[in-house]
């Protein structure tokens, strides 16, 4: 059962858009899209290569004015971000604990509790330069919630993170929406794990193809048309299936 299936959502969303449109070059990239993520949530974002995925997301985001449509903020709506991309300088000494505090106005104590939150807490006096793509992810999701934002936002979390880790990365993202209650809105193409990390799927192909709870999403013929029908048996059987978890180096661990 999706975890939002047993949780009382807020009655007003976080962020609500409506009738989106972008275009570029004459080519529209957002055609008359609508999603909205309340306190509480996750809402993950799919869709191949090209869909208008990030585009989207820059719109939410305020970093790109739509040609179109509305998007509505709560008042004072605070905000994390995960890029798709993030790079530091390899050349620039720089600790883990220092990468958290650069822009943020928390203390070092709080950047150490949240490491420790995201089973990061170790790495606090390692250089940025040295860590493992998964490490690396976990510091970013970290320093993301320094400003304890209401609303997350996570693009292609699980990248350059090996697949053996990916459900435990997506299990600390849950975990995380728990503990601090905002609404989290995932980026991903990583169908059969990310499906069942959410409670609500958005399927974009520059407009909606289809959305809803994931197991609905998984079996509609939209859904099934983008990804080829064996998607929704991966899905399936990872659901089923899938009753361990992973430490952080990727291993099985015993529960």
């Known amino acids: 059962m999706p975890v939002g ?14 009738g989106l449109v972008l275009r570029r070059g004459g080519r529209a990239i957002i055609e008359n899209v609508d999603i909205a993520v309340s306190a509480g949530e996750i ?26 449509g509305t ?48 089973g990061a807490g170790h790495l606090e006096g ?15 999701l970290a320093k993301a919630l320094m400003g304890n934002p209401q609303f997350l936002v996570l693009d292609e979390p699980v990248q350059n993170v090996d697949f053996s880790g990916e459900s435990e990365l997506y299990a600390l993202i849950g975990t995380i929406r728990d503990t601090h209650g905002c609404g989290i809105l995932l980026v991903s193409h990583n169908l059969h794990v990310v499906l069942g990390a959410s409670d609500r799927v958005v399927c974009l192909n520059h407009h909606v193809c289809c959305s809803g709870v994931p197991d609905s999403v998984a079996r509609h013929p939209e859904y099934e048309r983008l990804f080829g029908a064996g998607a929704a048996k991966s899905y399936a059987l990872y659901a089923h299936t899938h009753n361990h978890s992973h430490d952080l180096s990727g291993d099985v661990s015993e529960d």
């Open 43 to 68: 809402v993950t974002l799919v869709g191949p290569n090209g869909a208008g995925k990030t585009s989207l997301v820059r719109l939410l985001l305020g970093l790109a004015a739509p040609d179109a």
């Open 5 to 18: 299936q047993r949780r009382k959502k807020s009655q007003a969303p976080l962020i609500a858009a409506e």
């Open 126 to 140: 390692a250089q940025v330069s040295s860590l493992s793509g998964g490490e690396f992810q976990r510091v970013l």
């Open 71 to 118: 998007i509505t903020r709560a008042p004072g709506l605070t905000i994390g971000y995960v890029p798709q991309r993030f790079s530091v300088d390899a050349t620039i000494p720089l600790s883990v604990g220092r990468f958290l505090t650069l822009t943020a106005s928390r203390d070092d104590a709080a950047a150490a509790a949240l490491l420790e939150e995201v």
